[in-house]
């Protein structure tokens, strides 16, 4: 059974992208380790985990929500 777990900047994701990118998961992890058969997406696991900016760091430098275009 794979479990993906994708972490992302808060607010950087609708409702609509969310739905998305769990269902290309999906299909990519069915394609890819399932081989294809689409029985194998019942036992894909796909979590996603929104956290503050602030927790996110790069270089060093830690990230600020308006560096997203958020406030």
Partial sequence: MPIVS???????????KKSLLHQ???????EI????????AKFV????????AENFSGGGIQLKPEMFGLK
Avoid: D, H, M, R
């Fill in 24 to 30: 290309k998961l999906s299909e990519l992890l069915v």
């Fill in 33 to 40: 380790e399932g081989g294809g058969n689409p029985q194998f």
């Fill in 45 to 52: 696991v796909v979590n996603i985990t929104e956290e503050p």
């Fill in 6 to 16: 994708v972490k992302t900047v808060k607010g950087l994701l609708t409702p609509e």
